[in-house]
């Protein structure tokens, strides 16, 4: 039986089965996919079977990751998105998601990451989170805006400055 996190109106965000490496190396398979991601390079078994680990650690840990997204009408699968901790000393819960390419401009990403942070803030994770994008992504940059994020201090990784964006439970309850 799937664990359901949460419904938008035409998608479902469900905790991944233990034999989902393939969707998710399946969705990283396109440098369309991959070319704003850390290596720039469609995903091996290894590395999808890798986060897949990783994913299922995270949600133990603190109770939240990066989930499987499905379409509510057909149950197709569309691509990966929630929260995981970022950062050093500080940490912060960082948004992310990963639509497949031929999903995207339809208004999903938007979707799911407003219904994300509704959720976010109403399970009391942490009164903020983050997002960051590849300088060159300026899709995602606008979806982080449209739901209400707001700059803040770019994010240096590997000596490249990514935009970032917050969004604070002041913020979306305004």
Do not use: C
């Given at each position: 039986?799937?664990?359901v996190?949460?419904?938008?109106?035409?998608?479902?965000?469900?905790?991944?089965?233990?034999?989902?490496?393939?969707?998710i190396?399946?969705?990283?398979?396109?440098?369309?996919?991959?070319?704003?991601?850390s290596?720039?390079?469609?995903?091996?078994?290894?590395?999808?079977?890798?986060r897949?680990r990783?994913?299922?650690?995270?949600?133990a840990?603190?109770?939240?990751?990066?989930?499987?997204?499905?379409?509510?009408?057909?149950?197709?699968?569309?691509?990966?998105?929630?929260?995981?901790?970022?950062?050093?000393?500080?940490?912060?819960?960082?948004?992310?998601?990963?639509l497949?390419?031929?999903?995207?401009?339809?208004?999903?990403a938007?979707?799911?990451?407003?219904?994300?942070?509704?959720?976010f803030?109403?399970?009391?994770?942490?009164?903020q989170?983050?997002a960051?994008?590849?300088?060159?992504?300026t899709?995602?940059?606008?979806?982080?805006t449209k739901?209400?994020?707001?700059?803040?201090?770019?994010i240096?990784?590997?000596?490249?400055s990514?935009?970032?964006?917050?969004?604070?439970?002041?913020?979306?309850?305004?």
């Amino acid at each position: 039986m799937r664990q359901v996190i949460l419904e938008t109106r035409r998608l479902v965000a469900v905790m991944w089965e233990p034999d989902d490496a393939g969707l998710i190396q399946e969705l990283h398979s396109t440098i369309e996919t991959t070319r704003y991601l850390s290596g720039a390079a469609p995903w091996s078994r290894e590395k999808a079977e890798e986060r897949l680990r990783n994913w299922f650690g995270e949600q133990a840990r603190d109770g939240t990751t990066k989930y499987k997204i499905l379409s509510r009408e057909d149950g197709r699968f569309i691509g990966r998105a929630g929260f995981s901790l970022f950062g050093g000393d500080r940490q912060d819960f960082e948004l992310g998601y990963s639509l497949r390419h031929r999903e995207w401009g339809q208004g999903y990403a938007t979707e799911i990451v407003n219904g994300l942070a509704d959720w976010f803030f109403g399970r009391n994770f942490a009164p903020q989170f983050i997002a960051f994008t590849h300088p060159d992504n300026t899709a995602s940059q606008h979806v982080l805006t449209k739901i209400g994020m707001r700059s803040r201090m770019p994010i240096t990784i590997d000596g490249l400055s990514y935009p970032t964006f917050e969004l604070t439970a002041g913020m979306r309850s305004a």
